[in-house]
C-alpha cells in the first residue's frame, strides 16, 4: 500500500507547490484580523524542494531572456536612501571620526572597530548596495607584481550595453547576440565518460587548482573583453562542470564579437595568483603547527617559533618569483550567433539553465568505477589544496592563514571549495551583469506575480496594511508539517484550475473578438 504521507508529497511536487512550506502569522494593522499564511521555502536545490528550484529556474530563464537581445538601454535608478539608511550612514560617520581621533593619538582603537564593523554589517543588511569603504587597503606589491599582460588592444570602455544592428540589402534590421561555452584546459586525455585515460598521469593539481581560481579568470576575462570591444558588454552566465568534472562556463553576450576577436581576448586572458609556495610541505600527520593562546598564533611544535603570518608569507614573494598558480581557459571554445526569439535562442537559455536546481558535484552521477575514481581523486587532490587566504591547508606550508585561530586542521578546512558536492568552485552559479536586463532578480519575480495577480483578477493588496511574523513550534497556532503540506496542496490545485479558466476565458474572448473584426 502507498505511505499517505509520501502521496502528500508527491502530489505537492507534481502541483509545483512547495515541500517546505513556510508559516506566517499575518495581521491586518487596521482591523487586527490575523490569519495564517504559508509561503514557500524558495529554495534553489531540487533535492530539497524540487518546486522552488524549478521556480527559481525559470525565474533565471526569464531573467536571461529579457536580457540578452535588449535594443534599448536599461534605465537603472537606486530607490533613495530612507530614513533609517541615512542614520545608519550618520552612524557610521562618527564612528570613523572617532576611530581616526584615536588612532592618530596611538590610543586602543579595538572596540570602535568592533562597533563599525557592526555597523557595516547593518548597512549591508538594510538594503544598500556596496560599503562605505574598501574592505582593506590594496597591497601594493602584490599589484606591481601582477602586470605581465599579452598585447591585447585596449580601446577605452564607453558606457553603451547594446549591441550593433545590421541591416540586410532588403532592409530588414537585426541584433544578433552570442552564446559562446568557456572550457578549462586539458589535464590529461579523458575518455567519452569523462573519466582519465590515464589516471596517474593527469593533472589532478592543476585540474583542482583552476577550478578553485575560475571565478577570478572568468572575471578577467569579462574585464579584457570590455577593453577590447569598448563598450560595457553585458553577460549572463552559467558555471556548470564537464563530464570530466572540470568547470566550464556558457554565456550569453548581448551583442557580437568575430570568433577570431574572441579568440584572442581567450588567449590572451590569464589570471596570476601570487600565493606563498607550496612546493615544500614543512608539516603534516601528527606533527603540525600548535595553537598559542599567549601570542594568538601558529608555532613550530618543536621549536616554539611563531610561524610567518600570511601578511609575511605575502611580503616575502619577490620580483623573481614565480607566481604560485596561472589560471588560463583551454584553447577549445564554442561561439554561435544567436537572434532574438528564436528557437536556438531557446535551446541556448535551456542550457545556461539546465544545471541550476543541482549541485555542481552532482551534475554528472558516477556510474562505473573508473569515474567514481575519478571523482575521488580530484576531491582529494581538492582537500589539500588551499582554499583561500584563510584556509586551514596553509598551516602545512608553515604559514598562518589570514584571521589565524584555534582549532584550525590541514586537510579539514570548512571552506565550501573542498567540499565535494562544489568539485573546487564556490563561487556563484549563475553570474549576472548589472545592466542585463536591468532588473533585479526580485523585480523578475515581482512582475511573475504581477502578471498573476491580473490573470486571475485578484485584488492588489497593499503589503503596508499587514504586520507580519513567523509562526514559532511552540506557538498554539503552529501547524505540524503534515498539515501545512495539505494546505499547500489543497491551494494550489484550486489556484490551478482558477488559472486554467482565466486562460480558456482569455482565449475565448480572442476568439470572439476575432470573430466580429472578421
Ligand atoms: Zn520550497
Ligand atoms: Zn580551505
Not at 34 to 41: A, D, G, S, Y
Not at 457 to 485: C, F, I, N
Request: proline share 7%.
Amino acid at each position: 500500500m502507498p505511505l499517505a504521507r509520501q502521496v502528500v508529497r508527491d502530489l505537492a511536487a507534481e502541483h509545483g507547490a512547495c515541500l517546505r512550506p513556510v508559516q506566517l502569522r499575518r495581521t491586518e494593522i487596521d482591523t487586527g484580523h490575523v490569519e495564517q499564511v504559508l509561503i514557500p521555502c524558495g529554495h534553489t536545490l531540487a533535492s530539497v524542494c524540487p518546486s522552488c528550484a524549478e521556480r527559481a529556474r525559470i525565474l533565471r530563464a526569464a531573467q536571461c531572456r529579457e536580457g540578452w537581445h535588449l535594443d534599448h538601454e536599461p534605465v537603472i535608478d537606486s530607490d533613495p536612501a530612507t530614513d533609517e539608511q541615512r542614520e545608519l550612514i550618520t552612524d557610521r560617520a562618527e564612528a570613523q571620526e572617532a576611530r581616526d581621533l584615536l588612532a592618530s593619538a596611538d590610543l586602543d582603537v579595538g572596540e570602535l572597530d568592533e562597533r563599525i564593523g557592526e555597523l557595516d554589517e547593518e548597512i549591508a543588511a538594510s538594503g544598500m548596495r556596496g560599503s562605505v569603504l574598501p574592505a582593506r587597503p590594496r597591497r601594493h606589491r602584490s599589484t606591481r607584481r601582477r602586470q605581465d599582460a599579452a598585447p591585447l588592444p585596449r580601446r577605452p570602455v564607453s558606457s553603451r550595453t547594446v549591441g550593433k544592428t545590421y541591416t540586410t540589402p532588403d532592409g530588414k534590421t537585426f541584433r544578433p547576440s552570442l552564446f559562446i561555452t568557456l572550457t578549462c584546459p586539458s589535464y590529461g586525455r579523458v575518455g567519452e565518460d569523462g573519466a582519465p585515460a590515464d589516471p596517474d598521469t593527469y593533472d589532478y593539481a592543476r585540474a583542482a587548482r583552476d577550478a578553485l581560481h575560475f571565478a577570478a579568470l572568468f572575471d578577467r576575462f569579462i574585464q579584457n573583453l570590455r577593453r577590447y570591444v569598448g563598450y560595457d558588454l553585458q553577460y549572463f552566465a552559467a558555471i556548470e562542470p564537464q563530464r570530466r568534472l572540470a568547470p566550464h562556463v556558457h554565456l550569453a553576450l548581448r551583442g557580437t564579437i568575430s570568433r577570431a576577436e574572441l579568440r584572442a581576448v581567450i588567449a590572451a586572458t590569464y589570471h596570476q595568483v601570487w600565493w606563498p609556495s607550496t612546493e615544500v610541505a614543512r608539516y603534516d600527520g601528527d606533527r603540525l603547527p600548535v595553537w598559542d593562546e599567549h601570542t594568538g598564533s601558529y608555532l613550530d611544535p618543536d621549536t616554539g617559533e611563531v610561524l610567518p603570518t600570511w601578511d609575511q608569507a605575502l611580503d616575502a614573494i619577490t620580483g623573481q618569483d614565480e607566481p604560485r598558480h596561472v589560471a588560463r581557459f583551454g584553447g577549445r571554445f564554442d561561439a554561435q550567433g544567436v537572434l532574438a526569439g528564436s528557437r536556438d535562442a531557446s535551446r541556448c537559455i535551456g542550457y545556461l539553465t539546465k544545471y541550476l536546481t543541482k549541485h555542481i558535484g552532482d551534475c554528472h552521477q558516477a556510474v562505473t568505477g573508473a569515474q567514481a575514481d575519478h571523482t575521488g581523486r580530484l576531491a582529494d587532490a581538492l582537500r589539500h589544496e588551499p582554499c583561500s587566504p584563510t584556509c586551514a591547508n596553509w598551516l602545512c606550508y608553515g604559514i598562518q592563514p589570514r584571521n589565524a585561530r584555534p582549532g584550525l586542521r590541514p586537510g579539514a578546512c570548512k571552506g565550501k571549495a573542498h567540499r565535494r558536492e562544489y568539485l573546487g568552485y564556490a563561487g556563484r552559479r549563475v553570474l549576472v551583469s548589472r545592466k542585463w536586463s536591468g532588473k533585479t532578480l526580485a523585480d523578475h519575480r515581482a512582475d511573475r506575480r504581477t502578471w498573476l495577480t491580473s490573470a486571475l483578477g485578484l485584488p492588489v493588496t497593499d503589503p503596508a496594511r499587514y504586520s507580519w511574523e513567523p509562526v514559532k513550534p511552540g506557538d498554539p497556532d503552529h501547524m505540524p508539517t503534515g498539515q501545512r503540506l495539505l494546505h499547500v496542496v489543497a491551494d494550489r490545485i484550486q489556484w490551478q484550475t482558477a488559472l486554467e479558466l482565466a486562460r480558456r476565458r482569455a482565449a475565448e474572448a480572442d476568439l470572439s473578438a476575432t470573430g466580429r473584426a472578421a
